[in-house]
């Protein structure tokens, strides 16, 4: 696990660092397209064996078609704890609860060593 | 060692005995014997017989240092075991000198078959390569007495295990529902190891109330985080060059984190050295 967690952290620092430095030569950048590489990096560092990375890189592939159905399932899901845990893992609208609480795990990790890489890659920065 | 032989044929019944024995032990007469007829047409046909190497160590072997008894009630041919009186009791006293000495007893020939006596005999005669004694007692009730003690050393059926404790509901809807609640439970329990602060949490909802604030926060925090680096990216604009890769090279020591925070910054200020930095990543993977 250990050294599963450090790959993923190192794929993720160099996508994410790449992708910074392009955002850094676009004109105007702002910090929803900073998150939004972040996540796409997360993703495609885990790769596509999680349903919740897959969601992710789908999402943001035909970013333009899902953005009217994004509303509509925004209006029509019903409040409830499982709902609320569904609509934070990406991709848990379709799961079972089962394959959910699989998913919300290695998403807890990846999340985890995606805001300690994060962190230091800021200081390193701001230093 | 010479190969046992068994005498199949019933005590009463006009079986020849096909194979070669070299001595068939006397019986004991059956002890009692009832007055149903069907003892005679090889309900309790007990035949033992033990052939040893050498004939005059047979012989010489009839010391009553064995003991073997087998008390049956005959059955009949067909079984009808409710009404039968019949015991044959017969007692059998052997002793062989050498070790090779087999016996092989049949209660009833028309139950056992030649293939379940020659297994029979097989079985006993890896127990007995090192005693030279053999003591058999079996008390049959009925006459399938024989083919019983033959399928022991089958294994025991398997039967279909239930976990259900006392009250529980046994259909398959129920047990399926149950698997199912265990797994989620066993996952709770990963989830819990995984959120700090959520052992002691009890129940189900304000665990996965804890989960849900845990995510959230996780997320305000990449959220934030972005905001800050978007600030300090704008900043670096310039200034980035004057990276001195040098300095960095002492820190990458504490954590792969650490590691990849402090080498990926020279490629993205000198985009050109990609191929450096796959081989860099190459080696710590």
Not at chain 2, 38 to 43: A, I, P, S, T
Not at chain 2, 240 to 251: F, N, Q, R, V, W
Not at chain 2, 256 to 278: D, K
């Amino acid at each position: 696990m250990t050294t599963r967690s450090s790959i993923i952290r190192t794929r993720f620092a160099y996508r994410f660092l790449h992708s910074l430095g392009k955002l850094n030569q676009q004109a105007k950048t702002n910090s929803r397209r900073v998150k939004h590489a972040a996540y796409t990096s997360m993703a495609s560092a885990v790769g596509s064996k999680r349903a919740w990375s897959r969601a992710v890189l789908s999402k943001i592939r035909n970013r333009s078609l899902n953005r009217n159905l994004l509303k509509k399932k925004r209006r029509s899901s019903e409040e409830s704890r499982f709902g609320e845990l569904r609509k934070l893992v990406p991709g848990g609208e379709v799961m079972n609860f089962y394959n959910l609480l699989d998913e919300t795990a290695d998403y807890i990790n990846c999340l985890t060593s995606q805001v300690q890489v994060m962190k230091n890659i800021l200081n390193l920065l701001s230093t | 060692m010479d190969p046992p032989i068994i005498n199949e044929g019933s005590f009463s019944a006009a079986n020849p005995s096909s194979y070669s024995l070299a001595e068939i032990w006397p019986f004991a007469a059956a002890a009692n014997v009832g007055g149903n007829g069907e003892l005679g047409g090889g309900g309790l046909g007990l035949r033992m017989s033990s052939f040893t190497g050498l004939l005059e160590a047979a012989a010489n072997s009839i010391n009553e240092s064995t003991l073997t008894e087998q008390s049956g009630r005959s059955g009949g041919g067909g079984g009808a075991g409710g009404g039968g009186g019949n015991v044959g009791v017969r007692k059998r006293d052997m002793n062989s000198e050498d070790d090779f000495s087999k016996f092989v007893f049949t209660s009833d020939a028309n139950d056992l078959d030649g293939s379940v006596a020659k297994r029979l005999k097989a079985s006993q005669s890896k127990e007995e390569n090192g005693a030279s004694k053999i003591e058999a007692e079996s008390s049959s009730q009925t006459a399938n007495k024989g083919t019983e003690q033959s399928s022991k050393p089958e294994p025991p059926k398997d039967y279909i295990h239930v976990r259900a404790r006392r009250g529980q509901a046994t259909d398959s809807h129920s047990l399926a529902e149950r698997a199912r609640r265990e797994k989620i439970s066993e996952r709770m329990k990963i989830l819990q190891d995984l959120v700090p602060g959520c052992n002691k949490v009890i129940g189900k909802a304000l665990v996965l109330d804890e989960i849900i604030n845990y995510i959230q926060s996780l997320q305000r925090q990449v959220e934030f985080l972005s905001m800050k680096l978007e600030a300090v990216n704008s900043r670096m604009n310039h200034p980035i060059e004057t990276y001195p890769s040098k300095d960095l090279a002492p820190s990458s020591i504490d954590t792969t984190g650490m590691i990849f925070g402090t080498q990926a910054p020279r490629e993205y200020a000198q985009g050109a050295q990609s191929e450096w930095l796959h081989m860099q990543v190459g080696n710590k993977l």
